[in-house]
């Protein structure tokens, strides 16, 4: 038997069903799994943030790291709304009649698009997020330790006795 015959247009075509009944679960599942993702950060971020702030270790002074503290919480807000979208049932405006196969086609290809830009743009928006939230901390973090020096007493010299008296 040739390997021809074997690598034919049929094992081709079920590559293909294959590949096409798989990519609508997989996009399924890194949405839900993105979701959880988001769900967690925004968790541990609020809950931080308010421990930080009630315990006083958390002292925004100016608007630039207010904005940048507060940033996170609508951009996972807005990225868990994107990826629960993404998970539904591909939607169209369009209407489609399920006894026309290319309608079924091509309804089936723009829902695959918009849940691959869907989950860029979660994915986009939990970076931005995250940077924002990276440069709050560090700024915070620089300004606090630049508070610390300044305000560290420095060892002062005590002049010693170099007479020979009592």
Request: glycine share 6%; charged share 20%; net charge positive.
């Amino acid at each position: 038997m040739d390997i021809t015959d074997i690598v034919n247009d049929k094992y081709w075509l079920g590559y293909a069903k294959k590949n096409i009944d798989g990519a609508e679960a997989a996009l399924k599942d890194a949405a839900s799994t993105l979701n959880k993702l988001v769900a967690t950060f925004w968790g541990i971020y609020t809950t931080a943030f308010t421990a930080g702030s009630i315990a006083g270790k958390v002292k925004v002074d100016n608007a630039f790291e207010l904005i940048l503290f507060i940033m996170p919480i609508p951009l996972l807000m807005i990225g868990y709304i994107i990826t629960t979208r993404a998970q539904l049932p591909g939607l169209s405006t369009e209407e489609i009649d399920p006894r026309i196969p290319e309608d079924v086609q091509k309804f089936y290809n723009l829902s695959v698009k918009e849940k691959k830009k869907q989950l860029k743009w979660a994915f986009g928006l939990i970076i931005a997020a995250a940077v924002s939230l990276t440069i709050a901390l560090s700024s915070l973090n620089i300004r606090n330790s630049n508070q610390a020096s300044s305000t560290t007493p420095t060892r002062s010299t005590v002049p010693t006795n170099t007479g020979g008296g009592k």
